[in-house]
Every structure is written in structure tokens, then in C-alpha cells.
């Protein structure tokens, strides 16, 4: 949100003194923007539909330039579809080589809900397998199509996670390799025109992969780029894509050392509301049993399981509409071994800044009455736990010099924080508000 406060005629004379004309004409032609709260519907925020577009070419699996050999590709999917929210998304697979009509997989879209759907899907895509050469413009313009045709009858956001060693390549076919190039572009113009990025795994074990391939189509769609050539790449990946992607929350990655007794726990705070889901991604090298204890009471190791999807030697425990309060972790392994716990919270609640009349243009010397409160639903929480268990920042950063200060809100009624801000002169800040609670964080 960006507000201002506008000169008044003596201060015009006072600053003509002191700021060049130019400058002030070019501060007052700052164009604000609105800060009226408006209805929000979250389904809309946090459901996508969600192409996987999987290279299946040879270069992947064959000879020692291997590109994939050890199947990181399947455990980064395995990790994303775990942390994808249990229910609301739509999710379709392509898995291609050089034959732009015959796919070595090609589902469409499709819901996907709970443990079963998310397996299905990984059996599907690992059983496509690998063939030939890499043809990643005619995969590219066949999701962004799908994904058109169905954003046009849903109206969710759509998005393309790419995971390829990133090098198109169909051997002495100049025709279709010129073909592949053109669909590429069509595909890259179509997203940018629908607003579908494209996020790029590059599969880089060797060096015949191509990064700067898919870096484009991920810089020009607006989307991400990471290189994966380890295991250890892949939690720190996904994770920043799916913060990207989907609004959600993540604390930082600990990694603790377990001690003499074997036995590490960790706390993790559910609030009443802004939670959804708990993601709880866990390194298993090292560690044996695993326990799970809610505010009410422990669960069973059935239900743990029941709750657990792995990527490569990753677990993520997902964590649905969770039970309010304190949950504890209790995690057995060798003394001395080190293990990485990280907690992602899917977000059901969105935070909404304002200011309490509507405006954002004040005269210099008027006092702002900037006003914060979580919605759900589209709808304002006034519960009074959100202004118990919250606490909220103001981030106010100066548009002429950059400046940053961050301020305390203060909680009152109904669920909602307040700031008075005051200011003597001509000044454009642009705000925004942070709730935290504990290790999760909702911005506005």
C-alpha cells in the first residue's frame, strides 16, 4: 500500500527553498495506490492449477554424462506433491522426449486430493520412464494450452514447475529442432500474456546440462530457477518455490545434533487461526522412530504414517487442519549425528492493511490511522485470539530515500492492530504488515 501526505501551499514555499522544483513535482505525481480492505476469497489464493512438465529424454539416465542418473527429479516431485495442500488444486503431468504427439505421459488435469491421489500420480510418472531426445518447446506450449483452457473454466491461477536438464536436442532433425525452438517461444509469449510462470528445476549432475536454457523461459514468465545436482539441494528448492507459488509461511531450517541420550524434541505452535495445514519436512538420514504428540495427546504411529509422504531421504508429516496450541516432535537417533527439520504452514487466512478512512493522500501535519486484520473466507476475524496470540509490525519504507522503520501495531478490538502515524512534511511511504506467531509470519 502506498500512501502520501500532500504539501500544503506555505510548505510548497518553504521546500522551493531547499528541494529542487523537479523533484517535487515528480514526488506529487506519485500515483497511490488503493488502501481500502476488500473481500478476499483464499480458495482463490491458495488452490492453482499446477502443470508438471518432466523431461523423459535419454540424457537423463544414459552413460556417464548422465544428466539424472540418480532419479532426483522423481524424489523433487515426490517433495512438491507432498507439500501441495491436501484438497483444491488441479494437478496434470506431461512427461516428454522428441514426440511432440505422443507423449511419453500426458494426463491433463485433474483433482487431486489427499495421500492416494498425490502416489498415484508420482507411480504414473515414474512408470513413464525415459526415451530418446528432448524436445521441451512442444511439452511447454502443451501446458500452457491446458492450463489456459482451464484457468478460462475455473479462474484459478495457474502456474508450470519444468524439470529437465534443460538442453533441447533432437539429433540431426534440423526441421523439428527449429519446430521445437518456435513452440518454445509461442509457449514462453502465451504465459507471459496469461500470467503463467513457469518455475525450472535444471537436473545438473554433469555438465551436458544446459541451465541457461530454462533460466529464460523461468526469468521471462516471471517464474524461478534453482539447479539441483545433490539430494541436499532439494528441500531448499522446493521450499522457495513453494513460498513463491502458494501463500504460505516457513521458518527457518534447523539443524540440531542429537544428544548423549539420543532423543531430540521440537515444539511447533498452531494458532487458532491462519494455519491450514503444518508441513513438517524432515531429513531421515540418521533418525529412527518418530513420534508425534498433539496438544491433546499422542498420536499413533499408524497415524503418523498415515500423515507422512517421502521425497529421496525426506519426509514431509503433513499436518491437516491441525489441532490449536503447542505440538511437540520427539525424534530418536545416534548421539552426535546431526538431523534438519524445517516447518512450512499453508495459509488460510489473509492479512489486509488499510487505512481507517479509505484515502491515502493527507495533508502534511494530519495524523494516518493505518488499521491491520486477518481475513478468512473474505470475510474480517474479530476474535479476539488473533489479538492474543498475534503480534504485528508495521514496515514503512520512505519512497524518496529508501529508508526503512518498522513500528509495533497495537492490538485492540475486534481482532484488529492500529498505528497513528503523524508526519510535519511531504512524504510517500509505501507499508505493509507483518503478523507473527511463533515461527509463522502472514504478510499483508
Known sequence: ????????????????????????????????????????????????????????????????????????????????????TNSGNQVGAIVFDDDAQNYLLNTGLQPVSGKPDKLALSEQIRNAGTRNDTDIGSALLTAVETLNAQSAQNGMESVIILFSDGRTDLGDNEEAYNTSLENKETAITTAQAAGIPVYSICLNATPVADPAELQEISTRTSGDFVSVSSPEDLTGAFESFYNLIFATSSSERVTSTFPADGTLRFDIDVPTYGAEEVNIILDTDGVGQVQ?????????????????????????????????????????????????????????????????????????????????????????????????????????????????????????????????LLEEIFISYEVKADFHYSNLTIPS
Not at 58 to 76: F, K, M, P
Not at 372 to 398: C, F, H, K, R
Open 1 to 84: 500500500m502506498i500512501f502520501m501526505y500532500r504539501i500544503t501551499a506555505m510548505m510548497k514555499t518553504l521546500l522551493s527553498h531547499a528541494v529542487p522544483l523537479l523533484m517535487v513535482w515528480s514526488l506529487l505525481l506519485c500515483q497511490p495506490a488503493l488502501a481500502t480492505a476488500q473481500a478476499i476469497s483464499n480458495q482463490d489464493l491458495e488452490r492453482f492449477n499446477v502443470m508438471l512438465v518432466i523431461d523423459g529424454s535419454g540424457s537423463l539416465v544414459y552413460g556417464s554424462d548422465a544428466t539424472d542418473a540418480n532419479g532426483l527429479r522423481y524424489d523433487a516431485l515426490d517433495l512438491f506433491l507432498a507439500l501441495l
Open 292 to 420: 508425534l504428540n498433539a496438544p491433546s495427546g499422542p498420536l499413533t504411529a499408524a497415524e503418523v504414517e498415515d500423515f507422512t509422504m517421502s521425497g529421496g531421504d525426506y519426509d514431509v508429516i503433513k499436518l491437516v487442519d491441525p489441532e490449536v496450541g503447542r505440538w511437540n516432535l520427539t525424534l530418536s537417533g545416534v548421539p552426535q549425528d546431526n538431523v534438519t527439520i524445517n516447518v512450512i504452514y499453508n495459509i488460510d487466512s489473509t492479512a489486509v492493511l488499510s487505512t481507517a478512512d479509505g484515502n491515502t493522500d493527507y495533508g502534511a501535519g494530519d495524523t494516518v490511522t493505518l488499521q491491520a486484520q486477518l481475513y478468512q473466507g473474505g470475510a474480517p476475524i474479530s476474535d479476539s485470539s488473533v489479538t492474543s496470540e498475534y503480534t504485528v509490525s508495521l514496515v514503512l519504507t520512505n519512497m524518496a530515500d529508501g529508508s526503512v522503520e518498522t513500528v509495533d501495531m497495537v492490538p485492540g478490538s475486534n481482532g484488529q492492530f492500529t498505528y497513528a
